[in-house]
């Protein structure tokens, strides 16, 4: 039987240019209203899944122990956490059994550890990293570099690392896919519970951030192979619209679940009651 709760660690914020690529910023604002410095509002989404003595963490999130300044650059703020989610649901971090971030960017693999100490959150985790992602991370490019960070990475390196080669499933039901586009090493996450008859759960991470990039050719500046992006956001939503899969998407900060329909020959997120597949917090 799984259990699987949205969880949130706050939100934080980036340039509006930079996460919509070429798109014209007369239509990414429409989508999401940038402040007085080009920034919009982005959610930190994740996902635990409770699958008999499994605690899968999905999204380790942005992370605590922040510098001031860096709180100040992303306006980061944690009016809840996925640590005070878990204290509600009367769950230990050493409960953790697995953490699986879709990719090593500070948004998304911050929270393995507490910045300030350097000490990892979930010590008894296995931390299932793609072997590329993991290469990229410590070496990486002058384009994303500001994006790995050495408050978590350097901790990260003394936990129970798990590298992967391509896709993998880790326990029944629950899949990750090698997907590259937005990193190389970048994965999604499939989850289809046996009990719910099929039905698939996708968590596609940074390749559809918000329902603004349910679109294809909305692809990030911050895409380091933006033409495998789309092929890759094409197969996840034309497939996904196809067969009524439920998206968690990771950034959004309005509606973070629902479903991708085609309507008018355009592609639209239409939230869904997160009860479907969730239970929530």
Partial sequence: MFRIHLLSDGTFKLDGGAMHGVVPKALWEKQNRPDEKNRILLAVNSLLIEYQNEKILIEPGIGSGHSEKFASLYAVEKKRSILSDLKKMNISLQEITMVVPTHLHFDHAGGVADWETGRLLFPEAKHIV??????AAMNPHPKNQASYLSEFLEPLKKGKLDIIDGDKEIVPGVKLVLTG??????????????????ETLVFPGDLIPTRAHVNPLWVMAYDVAPEQSIKMKRML????????????????????VGKIALENNKYCFNPVNSGLLLSDV
């Fill in 181 to 198: 586009g937005h990193t190389h090493g970048h994965q999604a996450v499939f989850i289809t519970p046996p009990e719910k008859d099929g």
């Fill in 130 to 135: 793609q072997k590329k992602e993991w290469e």
């Fill in 237 to 256: 939503i034309e497939t996904g619209a196809r067969e009524a899969w439920t998206y968690v998407l990771v950034h959004d900060p309005v509606e973070a």
